[in-house]
């Protein structure tokens, strides 16, 4: 292990530095000049701030290459020999007892949909920033003062392909989400999915602002937090911009979040290095909550840029809507095939408005290159829909396109036990984060009884484990097979969810349509087996929203199984319902279903 | 264990004897005289005929008491001297080396609401033949050619309570069922429920006309079974009967019992010494399905005189019927005080023709004398309906009445933990063969974890077993508590009725209305939680059995369960049904409610 991974784990409060331009501009950097550009000509004076902090009491110190992408810089300048010699700089003055941080900012251009950059590009970017400082000697890279997820991700994925040092990403919020949209406890999830070391919260007004983000934050958090916020609220005093938070105060301030299990701190815009040596002398040790707080027992999330969906014991089901799926439907095959998604993005539409809480991507027909139209589809969907996404393919490089084009960590259906399948998708997963369904098929065999299934989903996960998947990235389908033709499998589908829960404690989906094939009242079977299945444990369903029963059937489970807090949701739309008449909630009217059959 | 149990648990075919009146003829007994009269004064003539029987080779010699109750033999003879005397003659020619069954036929007369004999004149009846039988030295009592329900159970009650020897009871079957309507399945259940040593049939016509009884039977024995049947179908030749099976065709037909797994064997009307002689020959050992058709691990069944109810996991889920309590209904609490039992009868109808296949009576209402009303009740019920009851009081005097007056295995609803009530009515449910349900409850406070439920389970169910109760008398009511105010307790239920199949390997029901008290759109939430708990193990549910909604999930849990063969039922109920208008198949519209209130 790392020393700086080492010290994030350790006792001490890890004392992050402060701002790096006040220092410059007492040192001769001029307004509209970059720091970059500054340090880049006058390293002396970055060095010397470096000590100042040093001096002050930090353990840790951030190079001074925030704006060091060719983005930022420009075209002129080599990249990677910039971001090189600034953290030789900060190395020099750090010397082997203290810590440098590669800070890595954004790059000031949207990525796609919201602009024109695309994912792969802002990797690349990335990529020779970070191949500078590992050489300058670096202990770790900062992602510092983001604001929009996808460059987030973008700087974690290019980090992990230089190189194998810790990275912690901070972002900004204001108003309870990030400038592109991004809720705190969203970031932390995406975040967690690609196993960063370090999560942080930087930027934005003073402490007392940041109290709500870090509270969002918690009790999702498995990881580290650093927080740095500004010295307070800047005022213009004589022309010149001013924080109104005096060291002291800062320091003061700061200490809430150690009490809440904060383990590093630091500051931003309007700290200096009197503020970091306050800071030190407030905050020397880690609280008895830095520990706690950290859950030992994830559950598995999918986000989207707004939002998460939790797959839990604890969490309402996910209901993944499966009607973007040409089977069966005449009119979406042909708009697909013509490279069309207006009917796609209706039915996106239709089903969010039903209650899905993530749609399944599902593009498959003849004619159609899914691997152009996968990751359309979801840049389309990013832009008009919040909920989280689910690839469903059968190609890995539509996967693996869908997974750069998505911003947060849309699940992959599905990983099964095919020949080379888990080899190739598995690092694809771990590489983005993104959760993925584990079908319990080998060779060809459907297996019915519980037996045949817990056998197969072992090796499967033992498979996974070994190519180096955290077990929050793993979800199992339990195979709901058609129950006229396999009577006994609907019952082992039950035992399957239950060992889920039990043995392995991973969650549990299941495709419900196929249950009742070939019966007739499907609705009513399905929405019971769904019910059998959410009491025994069930996470998701990948099911049409549009059912009425279906919707009652989970509206009712989520009271009983407490998991609708005084039952308010359930009264909200069941107050006025009365059997046999099946009055239906707003939200579940749109079923559609249009021209369509169901499947 | 006594040496006459040994021999039914060993490897070789019991032989019992044959018809005892034929060869009392040859020795003098004349046409209207009873072989009871004859053998009194001529106890020689009935010792020949033992000793023929032994001759050809029978294990088990059965005394000349087949009439030998008060109601067969007359006032004017001492029925207890009378039984001694005939079964001191056949222990003598037995000696140590053979066995005596002493004889117990049906009285004559049937028992309430069949005929005007209360069930515990029965008893007493059976009482004083079953002390001069054992005073005379029999190895057990087995109780012949009884054709009702009731009347064999008094036999087996009667036998307990004067003795500690086996007992054995053999019903006559014609037409798929015994002269009152109970099949032979119903006749075993209701048997194993009592705990009896022997199970048989006997008389009807040759072997060929038992098969379909004994295979009907054989799913559920777990008690050795013997088979006597005629010597085949009686012709008038000449003015006198002959029966149709010599010897050897009647052997070699019984060889196909052995085959099945019987293990004792013998002869009724027609047959001789030389067919006994035969049947030694034929079937000398038990085959090797003698063992294995008994199931290790019997379910729980409450039995009416006309069939019976499965609490287990592969039988339908039993719907108890839960509408027979004045609680809430004004005009039912009225007829109740008034002891008028007409609303309930009506009652009773409705919810049958609804799909209730148990019924809980309870007539608990101030002014109201249970121990009077609850066994009228389960008269005027065991004549118009054929469902089994369940006898839902606090009154253990009423329970014990109940008990005596219903022909089957009802099931008692419920016993506590509460002081003094298991020591009350656990014996009581021993003696009549009752299935009780276990209420886990004890000083006063609900036990809302699942902890705390399944530790009071346990107890309770060591207390039962100590208190000699077989666990095929137990059933637990997995207690399904309000989820409005106790937001826990559905999950912590459903977890109970888990526990009770993993760990116990008991059956679990529940009271369903409770759990969605203070809450909209009850029938929903009770359907809802119906579908989970079933889809955990849920063995039997007391209800309303008039709700759509509930009806709906049971048919469709039912084909998910894989226990709707072909999905049978639920086409024929629902092949017609839509979603949201909720058509409704015809059993189930009966849902009334008329002017109660739904509790
Ligand atoms: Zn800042
Ligand atoms: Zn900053
Ligand atoms: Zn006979």
């Known amino acids: 292990m790392s020393a700086f991974r080492k010290a994030l784990q350790g006792n001490k409060v890890l004392i992050f530095d402060g701002a790096m331009g006040t ?70 003055e750090a010397g082997d007892k203290h810590f440098v941080a590669g800070s890595v900012g954004p790059t000031g251009h949207m990525v796609r949909p919201l602009g024109n950059v695309g994912f792969t590009d802002l990797v690349q ?51 309870g989400c990030s400038l592109t949209g991004t809720p705190p406890h969203c970031f932390v999830d995406t975040m967690q999915n690609l196993d960063v070391d370090l999560l942080a919260t930087n930027c934005s007004a003073g402490p007392e602002q940041l109290v709500e983000v870090v509270r969002d934050m918690l009790p999702r958090l498995q990881t580290p937090l650093l927080v740095e916020p500004n010295a307070g609220l800047p005022e213009l005093i004589d022309g010149e911009t001013v924080f109104n938070l005096g060291p002291e105060a800062f320091a003061q301030q700061m200490r809430q979040f150690v009490e809440l299990g904060v383990g590093c701190v630091g500051g931003c815009c309007g700290t200096s290095p009197d503020h970091i040596r306050a800071l030190g002398r407030e905050c020397p040790e880690k609280s008895a909550a830095a520990n706690s707080v950290f859950s030992p027992c994830p559950p598995v999330v999918v986000t989207s840029r707004f939002g998460s969906v939790t797959l839990g014991p604890k969490s309402p089901l996910a209901l993944i809507g499966e009607r973007i799926n040409p089977t069966g439907k005449k009119d979406l095959t042909a708009e697909l095939q013509a490279g069309e998604l207006q009917r796609a993005c209706a039915l996106a539409a239709e089903q969010v408005q039903a209650g899905a809480t993530v749609l399944d991507i599902n593009v498959g027909a003849p004619l159609v290159e899914e691997s152009q139209l996968i990751p359309e589809l979801v840049l389309e969907l990013s832009r008009r829909q919040q909920v989280p996404l689910c690839l469903d393919s059968a190609d890995p490089d ?9 911003p947060g960590s849309p699940l992959v259906n599905s990983i099964s036990g095919e020949e080379g399948k888990m080899e190739r998708l598995a690092p694809l997963c771990v590489r983005y984060g993104a959760p993925f369904i584990l079908l319990p098929l080998e060779g060809g065999a459907l297996p019915v009884s519980a037996e045949s299934r817990l056998s197969i989903i072992q090796r499967l996960i033992d498979k996974a484990l070994a190519l180096g998947v955290p077990k929050r990235l793993i979800v199992v389908d339990a195979l709901a097979l058609t129950v006229s033709s396999k009577p006994e499998a609907a019952r082992a589908c039950l035992e399957t969810i239950r060992a889920c829960q039990e043995r392995w404690a991973v969650p549990s989906v299941l495709g419900l349509s196929n249950i009742s094939f070939g019966l007739p009242a499907r609705e009513l079977l399905n929405s019971t087996f769904l019910t059998m299945a959410t009491g025994a444990g069930l996470s998701g369903c990948i099911a049409n929203p549009g059912s009425v029963r279906l919707q ?5 489970s989520e009271v009983l199984l407490g998991r609708d807090p005084q039952a308010q949701h359930f009264i909200q739309g069941y107050a006025e319902w009365t059997p046999g008449t099946g009055a239906v909630p707003a939200r579940a009217t749109a079923s559609g279903g249009g021209e369509e059959e169901r499947t």
């Open 23 to 92: 220092l410059l501009q007492s040192r001769g950097l001029v307004p509209g000049q970059s720091p970059e550009q500054f340090g880049r000509s006058n390293p002396e004076a970055v060095a010397a701030a470096h000590r100042d902090y040093l001096e002050a009491g930090a353990d840790v110190i951030t190079t001074n290459t925030f704006g060091g992408t060719a983005y930022k810089l420009g075209t002129d300048i080599d990249v990677r020999a910039f971001n090189a010699q600034m953290a030789a700089v900060a190395r020099k």
């Open 125 to 175: 970017a990335f990529r020779t920033q970070i191949r500078g400082l590992v050489e300058g000697g670096v202990d770790c890279i900062l992602a510092e003062t983001h604001f929009d997820l996808a460059e987030a991700k973008a700087v974690v994925v290019a980090a992990r392909q230089e190189c194998d040092l810790p990275v912690g990403v901070s972002m900004t919020f204001e108003g």
């Open 398 to 406: 539509a996967i693996e396109l869908g997974l750069q084009a998505a």
């Open 552 to 556: 009652e059937a989970l509206a009712a």
